[in-house]
């Protein structure tokens, strides 16, 4: 009887001890972050370092410049898009401005505003909004728009453009025929006689003028040099015809690309004839897998880094930093590409 009643003393006295280790270890823990010493003189201070403060390795990169496809849909066929409309949805205008702001708070510097085209929702209104709030509310350093130009009207940049620092207009071919075997075309507009329009109205507005190149299979031995140095953009962001599956490969892709890969030689031959281009900003398929934060329409990080787009958490459930742990983000790699510039109109000193 008597040693029934002490194991059970013992046993109670085994949980009570568990239980104060536990809650000891968990208040160490939560103190560690905050640099507390508790030492006492004589004493040294053993006690282990949380992971991420030991290694670094584990802290959530910073969302510097974020690409944000807030729509999916588009006016254009472009074979090779890697984007396309798997969803008709949009956010409602004010839970898109509350994600803006969560992200200037984690240290967004620069947005960009995708699709799709961007100015199919509203008719241009919906992303002017945007514009205006990230620039006048958020005061960002930089805001700017992807795309393919058939839909902006000059009542926009008489409205918004004070608020835009960057248009970059996406043109793969100074040829017709090439835009229209590529699919960037819309009826008989002319792709290339209305980017010349474009660069007109920037200029006219103060907004920087860049433009967007896929190279792939149609174009990949056409001579843009004279025609480039003709618009005179900040940039000429060039790329490599990228495979996604999912979006432009395999069974559940709603773009069929394979047609339009080309190889890292056939890239590279690209670039070399086009390297007297002073604006000319080559982006190879390995820098622009991992070097990218996107975010789509629901506001989740997209992980490139499997060959397919795998989304996080929204950041409106879960917040900017459990989300961008999963976007797969090579922040080393952004600056190795130059993915940090002058952005800003205001530091480009540009004569309009």
């Not at 505003?113 to 909004?129: I, N, T």
Request: proline fraction near 4%.
């Amino acid at each position: 009887m008597h040693l029934a009643v002490l194991g059970r003393l013992l046993s109670v006295g085994r949980a009570v001890l568990a239980a104060l280790r536990g809650s000891l270890g968990a208040l160490c823990w939560s103190l560690a972050p905050l640099s507390l010493s508790l030492s006492l003189p004589g004493w040294r201070d053993s006690a282990p370092r949380p992971q991420r403060e030991r290694e670094g390795e584990d802290a959530p990169p910073t969302p510097t410049s974020v690409n944000y496809h807030f729509t999916r849909q588009c006016n254009y066929k472009c074979g090779f898009c890697f984007h396309t409309a798997k969803t008709s949805f949009v956010l409602p205008l004010e839970e898109a401005k509350r994600g803006l702001a969560m992200l200037k708070e984690a240290g967004m510097e620069k947005i960009n505003f995708s699709g799709g085209e961007p100015f199919l929702q509203d008719r241009g209104e919906f992303v002017g909004k945007l514009v205006q709030f990230c620039k006048q509310e958020l005061e960002l350093p930089s805001v700017s728009i992807v795309s393919n130009g058939s839909l902006i009207r000059k009542q926009w940049f008489e409205k918004y453009g004070e608020y835009l620092d960057i248009l970059a207009i996406s043109c793969d071919s100074f040829d017709e025929d090439v835009n229209v075997l590529i699919g960037r075309r819309q009826g008989k507009k002319n792709h290339v006689e209305n980017l010349h329009k474009l660069r007109q109205w920037c200029r006219e507005h103060a907004v920087a003028f860049k433009i967007n190149s896929v190279i792939n299979r149609f174009n990949v031995e056409e001579d843009m040099n004279d025609q480039i140095k003709a618009l005179n953009p900040v940039r000429w962001k060039v790329f490599q015809c990228l495979l996604i599956e999912g979006e432009n490969s395999g069974e559940d892709a709603l773009r069929e690309a394979e047609k339009f890969v080309i190889s890292d030689e056939d890239f590279d031959r690209f670039l070399d004839r086009h390297k007297d281009v002073s604006c000319l900003v080559p982006e190879s398929n390995q820098k622009m897998r991992d070097s990218y934060l996107i975010l789509d329409e629901y506001m989740r990080f997209l992980n490139c880094r499997n060959g397919r787009k795998e989304p996080s958490k929204s950041i409106l459930d879960v917040g900017v930093e459990a989300a961008i742990k999963f976007s797969g983000f090579d922040e080393k790699m952004f600056l190795r590409r130059g993915g940090k510039y002058v952005w800003s109109k205001a530091d480009m000193k540009l004569d309009w």
